[in-house]
C-alpha cells in the first residue's frame, strides 16, 4: 500500500446546508490532522471547504489551497491556508490539486463537486490518476449517483472492473480508513478500454435497485 501524506478533498462552498454535512467536514479536517495527512483544497473560505480547512488546521494539520486567480478577486480565499497556489483557470486548479495527492476523499456538494469526483475517476479509468477515490456518503447524500454509476456498469458504459476505481464510505473515519487500505490502481487499465472498444460488449448482469444499495453502502476491502 501506498503511504498516504496528503488528500486531496472535494467538497461544497455552499453555507445553506444540513449541519450534519458541517459536522462531517469538520471530523474529516480532524482526522486528517491526526493521521498526519495535508489536505488539498480548493481554498475556498466558506462553506464545507471553509470549514474542513480550519479544522485541519486547529488540529495542528497542514493546509495546501489551490485557488483561481479570479476567486480571489472576488474574496473567497482562505487567508489562513498553511500555503495557497493561485492558478490561472478552473482547468489547471483541478490538475495540480489531483497532482498535489495521493489519495481523494469526495465530500457531499453541488455541480463543481461532483465535477471533480467525474473528472478524477475519469482520469483513474485512463491511467491517469491511479489513488485511492473515496465516496463519503453522508446520510446517503449520494445515493441516487452511486446507482447511476452502477447503472452505467449495467449497461456496459463501463465495465465491472471500473466499479473499483472508488469506495463508498458512511462515515470519516471509514474514509480514511479507505485510503489507506485501497491499493494503488493498475495503470495499464487503460489497455482494457481499448480492448473493450474493439469488441462485441460483453453481457453483463444487471444489478437491481436493491444490489445497488446494498454494494453501495459498503466500504470494500
Known amino acids: 500500500m501506498k503511504k498516504i501524506k496528503s488528500v486531496c478533498v472535494y467538497c461544497a462552498s455552499s453555507s445553506k446546508i444540513n449541519p450534519r454535512y458541517f459536522e462531517a467536514a469538520r471530523e474529516t479536517g480532524r482526522l486528517l490532522a491526526q493521521n498526519g495527512m495535508?489536505?488539498?483544497?480548493g481554498a475556498g473560505n466558506q462553506g464545507l471547504m471553509g470549514t474542513l480547512a480550519d479544522s485541519v488546521l486547529e488540529n495542528?494539520?497542514?493546509?495546501?489551497?489551490?485557488?483561481?486567480r479570479f476567486m480571489i478577486d472576488e474574496g473567497w480565499c482562505h487567508k489562513g491556508l498553511t500555503e495557497t497556489i493561485v492558478t490561472a483557470d478552473m482547468?489547471?486548479?483541478?490538475e495540480r490539486m489531483a497532482q498535489e495527492a495521493d489519495a481523494v476523499i469526495a465530500l457531499p456538494g453541488g455541480c463543481g463537486t461532483m465535477e471533480e469526483l467525474f473528472e478524477i475517476i475519469t482520469w483513474k479509468q485512463l491511467g491517469l490518476f491511479l489513488n485511492p477515490i473515496v465516496i463519503l456518503n453522508i446520510d446517503g447524500y449520494y445515493?441516487?449517483?452511486?446507482k447511476m454509476l452502477h447503472n452505467a456498469i449495467g449497461?456496459?458504459?463501463m465495465r465491472q472492473e471500473?466499479?473499483?476505481?472508488?469506495?463508498?464510505?458512511?462515515?470519516?473515519?471509514?474514509?480514511?480508513?479507505a485510503i489507506q487500505n485501497i491499493p494503488v490502481w493498475d495503470k495499464n487499465i487503460r489497455k482494457i478500454a481499448a480492448k473493450q472498444s474493439s469488441l462485441s460488449p460483453p453481457v453483463l448482469p444487471r444489478f437491481s435497485c436493491r444490489d445497488i444499495y446494498m454494494d453501495s453502502s459498503e466500504v470494500l476491502p
Open 38 to 41: 495535508r489536505c488539498v483544497c
Open 60 to 68: 495542528g494539520g497542514e493546509v495546501l489551497g489551490v485557488i483561481p
Open 91 to 94: 482547468h489547471e486548479r483541478k
Open 143 to 146: 445515493n441516487p449517483l452511486i
Open 155 to 157: 449497461e456496459n458504459f
Open 162 to 177: 471500473h466499479a473499483r476505481m472508488w469506495q463508498v464510505a458512511q462515515t470519516p473515519q471509514e474514509a480514511v480508513d
